[in-house]
């Protein structure tokens, strides 16, 4: 199978990731092209949002560099336990998506303790059909795929869970301010930082598989950043440094223990850690599922996940699926 073109390029990138200056001579030795062929191979960076400077007589560089997803130091980042309940780490340059992929995984029988990471989606994808922003060497684009036994029942409150998860780990770096919005988006001073998109397979009643898609907004370039639809969040902005092969290591050392103890634990083993960091406790919000609306009190969420609305004294319980939450102003 013929490579694309960003594999093509990838060991040009490894080179310029350190954002210095690399000469004709030298990319064209690493491309298997004469120099003067390296310039028309260089412009295909653009496409994928990656400037490129050049300087005569010095050679190429991409200002600031990348910060390149390693599965080795990955690997290095991860706790004994961890490496045993993670079967396979897989890490693509481009693809559609990584929830999309394995799934395909999930179908076949292959995708339980398996991790896909992207460089780059084509097709992200967020909560209720929304695209999610995810461009080369920037952000975390990551799935985990999990089976389980005992039905969908026993997967209630998982989302909210797993936003659990992704804030212990953003604490290990000491990231500021972070804060879980129901069901399903961790926040950061106010805005949102990264999202988590559950999809499901199998049989619903007893043997199922589940895709957890993570995208984590880390890095974005202007550019990718003015195509994002809401108020959001950058990992480098609020905790610079932070570097995204150790961030993913922190992920699945917090995830998939989580994962592998869920069927046992449930979500009431988080529910205290949860409504400890919740963005919108106390406050008036709105609830809207298509042209319906229901105003009140954030009061928490229960012992599934369902969230809670103090309407007047009335209580109401809500369930997951194509339901938005808002603050009121």
């Known amino acids: 199978m013929a490579k694309s073109p960003l594999e093509q390029l990838r060991p040009v990138l490894e080179l310029l990731a350190d954002g210095g200056m690399h000469s004709g001579e030298s990319l064209g030795a ?38 390149l997803l390693s599965s080795e130091k990955i690997d290095k980042g991860l706790s004994e336990k961890v490496k045993g309940l993670l079967r ?13 992929q394995l799934l395909t995984r999930m179908e076949e029988g292959s995708g339980h303790g398996v991790a896909i ?21 920037a952000g975390v684009s990551l799935s985990v795929g999990w089976e389980f036994s005992g039905g969908v029942q026993i997967l209630e409150g998982l989302s909210l869970a797993v936003g659990v998860a ?9 990231v500021p301010d972070i804060r879980l919005k129901w069901p399903n988006d961790i926040w950061c001073r106010g805005r949102k930082l990264a999202g988590v998109l559950l999809e499901l397979k199998g049989d619903l009643t007893d043997r199922c598989a589940v895709v957890i898609g993570i995208g984590l907004n ?52 988080y529910r205290d850690v949860w409504s400890n960091l919740d963005q919108f406790a106390g406050q008036r919000v709105t609830l809207q599922a298509g ?18 609305l103090d309407m007047d004294g009335e209580l109401k319980h809500f369930h997951g699926g194509e339901i938005s939450l808002r603050g009121q102003i």
């Open 218 to 269: 880390s890095g974005l370039r202007d550019e990718s950043a003015n195509a994002i639809d809401q108020p959001w969040a950058d990992l480098q902005q609020v905790c610079p440094g932070v570097p995204r092969n150790d961030l993913v290591a922190a992920i699945l050392d917090e995830l998939l223990p989580l994962l592998h103890g869920y069927p046992q634990r449930g979500f009431g083993a």
């Open 166 to 174: 992704l804030a212990r780990a953003l604490e290990r770096f000491s």
């Open 30 to 67: 690493t491309l298997g092209v004469s120099r003067a062929a390296v310039w028309k191979q260089l412009q295909k960076l653009e496409y994928y949002g990656l400037v490129l400077e050049s300087v005569k007589g010095r050679g190429y560089r991409l200002p600031g560099g990348l910060d």
């Open 291 to 308: 042209s319906q609306a229901w105003t009140g009190t954030a009061a928490g969420v229960d012992d599934k996940g369902a969230f809670i």
């Open 88 to 100: 396979e780490l897989l890490l693509f340059n481009e693809v559609g998506s990584t929830n999309t």
């Open 117 to 137: 990471l992207a460089e780059r989606q084509s097709a992200g994808r967020g909560r209720r059909g929304r695209n999610w922003i995810s461009p080369y060497g």
